[in-house]
């Protein structure tokens, strides 16, 4: 049924599609309730948005040389290189329709700048569409994929990212929001004031592995007529 | 016949961009089936079907920007004429907004630098601060009148218009976090030159006079932008120029690639003049030095990487052959090759294109009979290669046809003098006239 994607099997063969955590949304698509789930990837990758183009997005050819593999997530935005220094909090919300999607990205930064603030990392703030900002840099970046019934929102939390990598992997994005002024990778980004990815991890999970927060994102749904 | 138009993506988005169709023409669809999927800002969405029935038309190819309310899809679903959805099927109520915005506050919001001085920014949706930098406001000054002290557009708009008490104190420039302070690396705005006589205008608004394209300077052609800056503002450039007579080097090498047919690649003059080079920087250290202007102190380097300059589809590349010295003319010919074709691919590691301590630049495959490089910043020297052709010139009393190779070293004037230069230059040129001394240098 598919006529065709910017992404052509033929050249890019080993893109894959970046399925981890179609287990959260599966379990959305069962129980119609919001889940969400805290993780550290294990591995070096980089990952395309839904509509990137690998041509002009990555450095395919150095990726491949490093043996660093290419997924592509379902979401949209540009592509971004993901390792061991990061955190990824995954969303899912059962919804319908699928307009409102700046509320929604604006409403699930603002809870989880929220929670950063509760679990003491002060001075976060959302800019560009939906990027977490701290001290002028970059320190989150999300996506989101809406289907016709439910809404998935990922968000990295950049703690101890290896800069050098998107130098090597990512040409300047062909997009970039207002703030980041032309300022390359390692201008741009920035980390979360916290000593360790452990430590991050730990303290966003006892934060938001609870019934409260499960339902404080039911609250966020927006009902259609 | 029922046209399906692209429904209302939210929040004034007017278009999207077609990243996916899931149908073709000829298809049949049920209600619910994925039709298309379009990217708005950072979010993709799959639109469903919403009927079913055999898919007539699609409108917009992959990449495509359509435009809310565009037809994109006619559905044969039996239903006769053409018929135009009467609302889109899926339209949301607009409950609320991302960011509350209160109805206009019965009070002004007031400005203060506590906020700032605490190093912690003013809650604030992204339009509100886009906005705020719009107008020219620090968003950080202002106590807002939303909820929890958000700053709400009306906020932003009041301060503009100076309705509000203007007892701004001036911002600490170290204590602001906010977006409207951050870096930039690009100038984008006009600004003061500390230079004396240097002005940096405003650019002429050049489509006054015809058609233009603008296109953003990116990637290598910003990294060639900054250091061609660097190096030409902060380097006094001086040149040199003179020619190599290259005819029995040139014979030489034609030979010897005659005798190697069929044993990898063609020799060229370049391996050569790596080898004579090398032997000039070992003679004159300071064209394989670097200053540093804040200790004020030159550094001369013990080792030979070699920069070639490379044009590739994707601008200017230098990749460096490390230690130099230690490798023969052949080895230095195919690491050149492999180098050349790995810039040129977008195959090259990191480590090739670092480390450097002279350039070579060679535009003699294109052409012309001299040139002024830009020194490679933070090197000492660059040596401009032009084509070498047949000339006439003057040898014991007669005119004669000899191979020329016109050559040019761009030197840090503050490391080396125009003699030391000279000399530099009569070395490599003495040996390249002489391929035998050379090879015995070797």
Redesign the interface.
């Known amino acids: 049924?598919?006529?065709?994607?910017?992404i052509s099997k033929e050249k890019y063969l080993k893109i894959r599609d970046y399925d981890y955590d179609n287990d959260l949304i599966e379990v959305v698509k069962r129980t119609r309730k919001p889940a969400l789930k805290v993780y550290q990837p294990m591995e070096t990758a980089v990952i395309l948005?839904?509509?990137s183009n690998p041509g002009k997005e990555i450095?395919y050819?150095?990726c491949d040389?490093d043996n660093t593999p290419v997924y592509q997530r379902?979401?949209?935005?540009c592509a971004v290189v993901l390792d061991k220094g990061n955190i990824i909090v995954s969303i899912v919300l059962p919804t319908?329709?699928?307009?409102?999607?700046?509320?929604y990205?604006?409403?699930l930064s603002?809870w989880l700048i929220g929670k950063l603030d509760e679990i003491g990392i002060?001075?976060v703030?959302?800019?560009?569409?939906?990027d977490l900002?701290?001290?002028?840099k970059k320190v989150g970046g999300?996506?989101?994929?809406?289907?016709?019934d439910y809404l998935y929102y990922s968000t990295t939390l950049l703690v101890e990212p290896e800069v050098?990598l998107m130098?090597?992997y990512l040409?300047?994005p062909p997009r970039e929001p207002?703030?980041?002024?032309?300022?390359?990778h390692s201008?741009f980004v920035g980390t979360l004031p916290v000593n360790s990815v452990k430590e991050l991890a730990q303290n966003l999970r006892s934060k938001l592995d609870s019934k409260k927060a499960i339902e404080e994102l039911g609250g966020f749904i927006?009902?259609?007529? | 016949m029922y046209e399906f138009k692209l429904p209302d993506l939210g929040e004034g988005i007017h278009e999207g961009e077609v990243l996916k169709w899931h149908v073709k023409v000829g298809d049949t669809i049920k209600e619910d089936d994925p039709l298309i999927e379009v990217e708005t800002d950072k979010a993709a969405v799959t639109i469903p079907s919403p009927r079913g029935g055999i898919i007539m038309t699609l409108k917009g190819a992959v990449g495509d920007i359509l435009n809310v309310g565009d037809v994109i899809v006619t559905i044969e679903d039996g239903s006769g004429a053409s018929v135009a959805p009467a609302e889109v099927p899926t339209k949301t109520e607009p409950i609320e907004t991302p960011v509350k915005v209160e109805t206009p506050a019965p009070i002004a919001p007031t400005v203060e630098t506590l906020e700032v001085a605490s190093g912690r920014p003013v809650p604030a949706a992204p339009a509100t601060r886009r906005l705020a930098r719009e107008l020219g406001v620090n968003i950080n000054i202002i106590k807002g009148t939303g909820p929890a002290g958000r700053v709400t557009p009306e906020d932003v708009k009041l301060v503009a218009s100076g309705e509000v008490p203007t007892t701004i104190e001036p911002v600490k420039k170290e204590a602001a976090t906010e977006s409207d302070s951050c870096p930039i690396a690009v100038t984008k705005t006009p600004a003061m030159s500390a230079i004396p006589f240097l002005d940096l205008d405003p650019m002429p608004d050049f489509a006054k006079e015809g058609p233009i394209e603008i296109e953003k300077l990116r990637s290598i052609r910003r990294k060639v932008a900054h250091k061609m800056t660097t190096s030409k503002i902060l380097i006094p450039h001086v040149v040199h120029m003179d020619e190599a007579d290259v005819t029995e080097l040139d014979k030489f090498r034609r030979e010897e690639n005659a005798r190697r047919e069929g044993r990898g690649g063609k020799l060229t003059l370049l391996p050569f003049v790596i080898k004579a080079v090398i032997a000039g920087l070992k003679e004159y250290p300071a064209f394989n030095a670097s200053i540093d202007p804040f200790k004020e102190e030159i550094i001369y380097k013990k080792y030979y990487n070699v920069g070639v300059a490379v044009d590739s589809d994707r601008g200017l590349i230098v990749p460096v052959i490390k230690n130099a010295d230690q490798k023969s003319i052949i080895q230095l010919s195919d690491k050149i090759v492999e180098l050349a074709e790995g810039a040129r691919d977008g195959n090259i590691n990191v480590a090739d294109l670092s480390g450097g301590t002279f350039t070579i630049t060679n535009i003699g495959p294109i052409g012309g009979t001299g040139f002024a490089a830009a020194i490679n910043y933070p090197e000492a020297a660059i040596l401009g290669l032009a084509r070498a052709q047949d000339k006439p010139v003057v040898r014991n009393g007669e005119i004669v046809i000899r191979k020329m190779l016109p050559i040019s070293l761009s030197f840090d004037h503050r490391i080396a003098d125009g003699a030391d230069a000279a000399r530099m230059v009569s070395g490599i040129i003495k040996r390249l006239s002489d391929p035998y001394t050379l090879l015995l240098e070797i």
Do not use: L, W
Request: glycine share 14%; hydrophobic share 20%; net charge positive.
């Open positions: 049924m598919e006529i065709t994607s910017k948005g839904r509509g450095d050819a150095v040389i379902s979401g949209g935005g319908e329709g699928f307009s409102n999607n700046r509320i990205f604006d409403k603002q002060k001075g703030y959302q800019d560009g569409i939906s900002v701290y001290n002028c999300s996506s989101i994929q809406r289907t016709k050098h130098e090597r040409p300047h207002e703030y980041r002024n032309g300022r390359s201008e927006i009902i259609n007529k």
